[in-house]
């Protein structure tokens, strides 16, 4: 979700407006998903980089975390939306870690689109911490294979995404699900993260459906596709 600071100096705005906008998108993008039966949607909210930012722009990112899931959370619950979050919580604020919980504990029911909140994620941060997950776990080198480590990873209950959408314009990964994005398809888009909505996501569920047909394989079967955005 790349995009919202610009998306606020166009206006002559302070970031954190953006960063608002940012999140009124978000909710629309849930809800697009969920009537378009998407049954993953995972979300770069914080990366364990983001930290670099000016001390003023981090803590309001956390208050406005706060501030969203209390305002949001009900609606969510209610419209089947089941939050899980992957990141290294250990690190952040009391207050945002109990936050985060609260939400997973009151979605915990709710399973029409499992929506993954990464917070202070990284895609080496993942891995590693898989890997200490796994020797800690036993796990001998012999007895190492991919399908182990996977269980390991922070979204080990998900299936890899099949469509990787960056807004913003940058051409990049940044360090975002590295190993669960080995296959997926990558989109980038210039559109702005506040400005991303139902329309921009039916272009790159266009784009992904045009790729599947001319790259898909002979035997390629539309219904096998997971649909984890
Ligand atoms: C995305 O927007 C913000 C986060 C998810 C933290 P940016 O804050 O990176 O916006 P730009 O790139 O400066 O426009
Ligand atoms: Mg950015």
Redesign the pocket.
């Known amino acids: 979700?790349?995009?919202?600071?610009?998306?606020?100096?166009k206006r002559f705005m302070p970031?954190g407006v953006?960063?608002k906008a940012?999140v009124d998108s978000l909710v629309n993008v849930v809800k697009a998903c969920s009537d378009r039966g998407i049954p993953y949607l995972t979300v770069?909210?914080?990366?364990s980089e983001?930290w670099k930012?000016p001390e003023e722009?981090v803590s309001g990112?956390m208050s406005l975390l706060i501030v969203a899931l209390s305002k949001h959370l009900i609606k969510l619950r209610s419209d089947g939306v089941r939050i899980r979050v992957v990141g290294d919580v250990a690190q952040v604020s009391d207050k945002v870690r109990q936050a985060l919980a609260d939400a997973e504990r009151q979605t915990a029911e709710n399973s029409r689109l499992v929506l993954t909140v990464a917070f202070n994620y990284g895609g080496r941060w993942d891995i590693v911490q898989a890997c200490r997950k796994a020797l800690d776990a036993g796990v001998r080198s012999d007895a190492m294979t991919e399908e182990v480590l996977s269980d390991f990873m922070a979204m080990s209950y998900a299936p890899d995404p099949d469509l990787f959408i960056r807004t913003?314009g940058?051409v990049r990964l940044s360090n975002f699900l590295l190993w669960q994005s080995a296959y997926a398809e990558l989109y980038f888009t210039d559109c702005?993260?506040p400005d991303f909505d139902s329309s921009e996501l039916d272009k790159a569920l266009h784009e992904y459906a045009r790729r599947e047909r001319r790259f898909g394989g002979v035997n390629v079967d539309p219904s096998e596709s997971r649909g984890a955005v």
């Open positions: 979700m790349d995009g919202n600071g610009r998306w606020a100096a970031r953006g960063h940012g770069f909210a914080f990366s983001n930012r722009e990112l913003g940058e702005l993260w």
